[in-house]
DNA sequence: TCCAAATGTTACAATAGTGTTACAATTTCA
DNA sequence: TGAAATTGTAACACTATTGTAACATTTGGA
């Protein structure tokens, strides 16, 4: 059964990128547009176990939204702002939220709150196996045959994307607006130099990092 | 772009209710009184993105065409029924069926569903069985007789093409303007030559590949 | 501040994919 | 039947894609 997220932000690309990110990621998606639609659509649909809200929007802002979800039901909360202002932070929290997140932010950062706080309510897998690989990602560690690997921050969140999306293609330009932001200007080369890094640590778990030519990369483990 | 829906219903107030409701929401509709015809009208327009299947059909019933449809491509698939019974809900799932209302039903919840099934699978590729013949989409893999087999990009789209258009002629000109891009310069000769390596790289399969002389190439399964 | 790690770009090598050509095979139709 | 049109296919040269090392910059800590 597919966990089901409600994602409220006015910003109709931003709805549409966090929308196809989680739906690529196997969630049930539904949008709003506002705080007010966004208290509609979960009173319509009790099944929702994750709330993500914009603080900047139109007819009723995050705050008010997380405010009067909160008084209802104890679904999580992610909070989205645009704002690095630390009280607003504080206030998120006072105001029941369960994360806070900065924009601009990786999606990859977003799947893993998600995944954490799903974990958290219902008792969701969010750790990795496959076959001679283990990636815990609440420790942040990696490891091959049982020896642990360090990796970067990348060369981390590029396998986890992979690791996410087992068995389908992930292509360059995914990558990038996963793992280095939607924001992010340079080549698509440097994920080719990051894959390349990334295989180089990982040693023998390398072979199930697949090149797909003409597409992008695949994470897929043959037994 | 209109998406296009089958609506199969032997009820023909019921088959016209849910048409013209359809129709006055911007969707393209063709229907079917039982399972058998839906199959065909399904086999005739590949393009059809959502089938709706009333459970009680005289001639084929929704449960046996929802199994049929379901081996050959993962079009989405919506099961009406009279019955409240849980089995049958659970019968229908079983069998691939994508969502499950029961009757009566505001055309309005209907909606609501369609759209989100649409919403979940927009630019979400179908995978094809067809004979020994099998193609994944998403995960880019082509199987004849079980065993795999890697394709090139345009090995691989010109397939998938075929197959989507199957039992109707593909141009060279089609193939060239859907997969080479439509900025393509070369010659149409080249479609033979991919052709020609698909062919022999599908073995047996190829069978199902046929020249129509003077017009293009077509996909057929003959069994 | 300084150092080490991380990162993106560039350049070049290796590989896989592609289009054209030429000729063979087949089909069409008068 | 025989010539013309069409298609099949092998061989070749050319392109595109990817892997990777090396380098220059940037970043983040001590």
Redo the contacts between chains.
Sequence with gaps: MKETILIADDEVNMRILIH?FL?SNNY??FTASNGREAIDVLDQNPQVSLVILDVMMPVMNGWKACEIIKEKSDVPIIMLTAKSDEKDELFSFKRGADEYIKKPFSLVILLARIQSILKRSINRKRDYKRGCLVVEHEKHKVFVEGKEIILSKFEFEILYLLMASE???VSREKIIESVFGFDYEGTARAVDTQITRLRKKIGVAKKYIKT????GY?FEVNE
């Design positions: 196809d739906i049930e998606v068995g389908r293609i797909v030519r003409g597409y695949k």
